[in-house]
């Protein structure tokens, strides 16, 4: 997360944190489905292209890295783990939020293209639209329900257990047995993604309500309190809950070493250059960034520690209009009522000319390194 001081109002911004790339790597990145064909027109190798116009879509996926095939410039594409992933937001835009089904997405598009010149965009989208609307309306039994796909979800620990004997009905040294030589790895993904761990499930709400939030811990936590169960020991939940928790303070406090260390290189007078996080501001812009002549230059004016960010006096645009500086379709408000963090009530979007200064996250500006 990261923090933004804006008109006297804190607001944080939901990003991962990212490690920055050098100003060139970028620019390959497709901003939609367009500019994704037409990347791959250039750059799919002549075997790969002539497998797609022959395969099924429903099969096209296993023609790509990690799904299968060797060829990894789409997943690299759909991974928010690389600079400003703009195919990522557009499918997020169109409401699409899964990254395997932007890559079949892009795949479906890439062939049509192959095949005919061109492709369909609404039709190639709308499935994946519908689905990810039945999708979120699941979403909103899922947290109560008893059972998911068919496969009844434990409501405790305790629950669990019983559960898991009737799934294992060996006797309690089989059990044993099978944990202690590593069933409990392949056993625990089994776990995560038939009871929700991962996606959400009135289990999965019993560990957050202690505390725990990420899918692996708990699994570890019901195979080896099932284990301890088993041989009639206390189970010692909270000792298990504290290291776990213990575990992501750690890693947090490492992560925010990290944060802390990348902003000490942004240096006041420091010229910086805009990752056009917030869109385009005109469709002249958008057409000339993706031509590479598009580049937003500013200077560090002050630093703000506290809160990672940094103003910036914005010296050099490609469009007379200058940039968007703020959107907050992807921020949270506090809201001091109801001592939460809340999405805004309006789309507030906010520009700025050469010439003007305005607060940023360091990680929306990128050093030329």
């Not at 750059?43 to 002539?50: S, T």
């Not at 499930?201 to 990420?214: A, C, E, M």
């Not at 501001?281 to 520690?305: L, R, T």
Request: hydrophobic residues 35%; proline residues 3%; glycine residues 6%.
């Amino acid at each position: 997360m990261h923090y933004v001081m804006k008109n006297g109002l804190l607001i944080i911004i939901l990003s991962v944190l990212l490690p920055l790339a050098n100003y060139g790597q970028k620019k390959t990145a497709p901003k939609n489905l367009k500019t994704a064909v037409k990347l791959l027109s250039k750059d799919c190798p002549n075997d790969l292209q002539e497998k797609i116009k022959v395969t099924n879509n429903d099969s096209l996926i296993f023609l790509i890295r990690p799904w299968g095939g060797d060829y990894n410039k789409i997943s690299n594409w759909t991974n928010d783990s690389v600079p400003s992933p703009k195919i990522v937001k557009y499918f997020n835009n169109k409401g699409i939020n899964i990254p395997k089904e932007q890559e079949i997405a892009i795949l479906i598009a890439f062939k049509s293209y192959l095949l005919n010149g061109k492709f369909d965009e609404k039709a190639i989208l709308l499935p994946f639209q519908i689905k990810e609307k039945k999708r979120k309306a699941e979403e909103l039994i899922k947290y109560t329900a008893d059972t998911l796909n068919s496969v009844y979800i434990p409501k405790n620990l305790e629950d669990s257990f019983l559960e898991l004997n009737k799934i294992w009905k060996d006797s309690t040294s089989i059990k044993l047995e099978k944990l202690k030589k590593g069933m409990h790895f392949g056993f625990g993904m089994w776990l995560r993604n038939n009871w929700g761990l991962w996606g959400g499930s009135r289990f999965s709400n019993y560990f957050n309500d202690l505390g725990i939030y990420h899918a692996d811990d708990m699994s570890g936590i019901i195979l080896t309190s099932y284990a301890r169960y088993l041989r009639k020991e206390d189970i010692k939940l909270e000792e298990q809950v504290e290291f776990s928790k213990n575990y992501w303070k750690e890693a947090k406090e490492k992560n925010e070493a990290l944060e802390k260390e990348k902003f000490e290189k942004y240096k006041i007078g420091e010229i910086v250059f805009f990752k056009y996080p917030n869109g385009y501001i005109s469709n002249e812009q958008e057409i000339k960034y993706d031509e590479d002549i598009c580049i937003a230059k500013g200077q560090i004016i002050e630093k703000n520690e506290k809160y990672y960010s940094v103003k910036i006096q914005l010296l050099e645009s490609c469009d007379k209009k200058g940039i968007i500086a703020y959107d907050n379709i992807n921020s949270l408000v506090y809201n001091k009522n109801t001592e939460e963090y809340e999405k805004p009530k309006k789309r507030k979007i906010e520009k700025m000319k050469i010439g003007q200064v305005f607060w940023f996250n360091y990680s929306n500006w990128e050093i030329n390194e």
